[in-house]
Structures are given as structure tokens and as C-alpha cells.
């Protein structure tokens, strides 16, 4: 079993910044990848950006620019930057464990998801 713990969400207003942090643990070999999601209500969630093990990035075209994944392998965390936060930004941020393939299949998660962090951006 891989553990996925995120902090790093709160309120902040538009235009502002927040760095998120999905921290693993456990059976860490059984991925390869994170993903970072986000989940409004009402809508399927969605893969905002992962990162493999090889540093090889991918992102959402709509928050690209705005969004950078990086990670920190001496310490298994994986981190979300995001700027320039909007309103609609506002929802639940959750990290999962993965499988990062190649840059043409990309990313597949796998069922191990943190418990979710949540961001509110004000108008």
C-alpha cells in the first residue's frame, strides 16, 4: 500500500499563490508517478499535472503556465505550485500515486489517493 498525505491548501485571494504537497509513504515501488487532480462539484475528476520519478512533467493545457509540479525525492514529496490563482481555481486538490509510461501514453493512476486538500480562491 502507498500512503499519499497533501497539505498546503487554504484561502488565498485572486492572483495569489499556493503550494501544495503530497507526501508518500509506504509501498512506494508499486509507483512510478504522481498525478495532481482536482475535483469540482458535480464534475469528473481531473489530472491536472504529474511528474515521474525521471522528472518528466506533463500538465492540463488550461493550467499550464500558471502550474508547476516538482518533486523532492530525498524527502518522497511531490509539489504542486500554483499562481495566479482564479476563482474558478476554487475546489478539492488531491494527489494520487501512479504509472507514468512514456510521453505519448502518459499518466495512469492507480488506486492510491491522498485525502484531499482543499483551495478557495476570493474574488
Known amino acids: 500500500q502507498v500512503q499519499l498525505v497533501e497539505s498546503g491548501g487554504g484561502l488565498v485571494q485572486a492572483g495569489g499563490s499556493l503550494r501544495l504537497s503530497c507526501a508518500a509513504s509506504g509501498s512506494t515501488f508499486s509507483i512510478n508517478a504522481i498525478g495532481w487532480y482536482r475535483q469540482a462539484p458535480g464534475k469528473q475528476r481531473e489530472l491536472l499535472a504529474s511528474i515521474s520519478e525521471g522528472t518528466s512533467a506533463m500538465y492540463l493545457d488550461a493550467v499550464k503556465g500558471r502550474f508547476t509540479i516538482s518533486r523532492d525525492s530525498a524527502k518522497n514529496t511531490v509539489y504542486l505550485q500554483m499562481n495566479s490563482l482564479k476563482p474558478e481555481d476554487t475546489t478539492v486538490y488531491y494527489c494520487?500515486?501512479?504509472?507514468?509510461?512514456?510521453?505519448?501514453?502518459?499518466?495512469?493512476?492507480?488506486?492510491?489517493w491522498g485525502q484531499g486538500t482543499q483551495v478557495t480562491v476570493s474574488s
Open positions: 494520487n500515486g501512479g504509472w507514468y509510461h512514456s510521453a505519448i501514453r502518459g499518466y495512469s493512476p492507480r488506486d492510491y
